[in-house]
């Protein structure tokens, strides 16, 4: 049986029911799906590789699949998977959004804000809601159903991830920069990105594929989350 590595994203460690768990089941997959924030180790990028090779054990994934968040990480981990294919999805060389959220990721990064990041668990789902919305609105071509399940099942993960854990997410995307990992990989890759996507703009995508020696650049019309339903798996799986 084939397998592949899921790396998620934020906030959502990915259900069974979430449709890049449905799309590689139905493709005959084993899939592995590693859960990074709900690890008591504190979460950096040297735990998430260890929790990461932990799960896979003695396996070796033919296929691995990093989401926004994760994308981040898989750089470093398909350098010891060299014959895997890679698909690189919603996420970038660094987290660049425009320049609105990247002051608003520093600034809540500060050790000042952590008491602050205690009220996420508080947050009521309106507030959420209106935000929501605005840093990830549904564009036409989004499936709308799943927009608004996934909104929620967001919600429910920003509101149960511990503040602690959630100022060592802010500290770790503020950091990274894969430039120089990413022109080391060989690997055949896809690189997945949405055209509507204002957290991980395409320019991340596209500045992902002009590092990679073998990758083809797939552009949808989703946003963020989207990029990552059925109909976008499909077209960048096809050309695996």
């Given amino acids: 049986m084939k397998k592949i590595l899921i790396i998620h994203g ?8 979430h449709p890049v768990n449905v799309f590689f089941t139905k493709k005959g997959y084993k899939i592995f799906a590693p859960k990074l924030f709900s690890s008591e180790l504190d979460f950096n990028l040297k735990n998430s590789i260890q929790i990461i090779k932990e799960t896979l054990g003695k396996d070796k994934p033919d296929l691995i699949l990093g989401f926004s968040l994760g994308g981040l ?28 959220y990247r002051i608003g990721i520093t600034i809540a990064a500060t050790p000042l804000i952590y008491p602050g990041l205690f009220l996420l ?44 854990k959630q100022m060592q997410i802010l500290r770790m995307i503020r950091e990274i920069d894969n430039t ?12 997945l990105g949405g055209e509507n996507d204002k957290l991980m703009p395409i320019s991340g995508s596209q500045n992902i594929h002009k590092l990679l020696k073998h990758s083809i650049l797939v552009k ?21």
Avoid: C, M
Avoid at 75 to 84: E, L, N, R, S, T
Avoid at 180 to 191: D, H
């Fill in 73 to 100: 990480i898989l750089p470093h981990i398909a350098k010891d998977y060299p014959k895997a294919r890679l698909i690189f999805a919603s996420t970038g060389i660094g987290f660049y959004p425009n320049i609105v």
């Fill in 180 to 191: 120089n990992i990413l022109k080391q990989i060989q690997n055949k890759s896809i690189v």
């Fill in 220 to 240: 949808v019309k989703k946003s963020h989350f989207s990029v990552i339903d059925i109909e976008s798996l499909e077209k960048a799986y096809v050309l695996l």
């Fill in 121 to 164: 668990k508080l947050i009521p789902y309106s507030i959420f809601y209106f935000f929501y919305r605005i840093l990830n609105p549904a564009g036409k071509d989004d499936d709308k159903e799943w927009y608004e399940i996934d909104k929620e099942l967001n919600y429910k993960s920003i509101t149960s991830i511990p503040a602690k």
């Fill in 10 to 17: 934020y906030p959502q460690e990915l259900s069974e029911n």
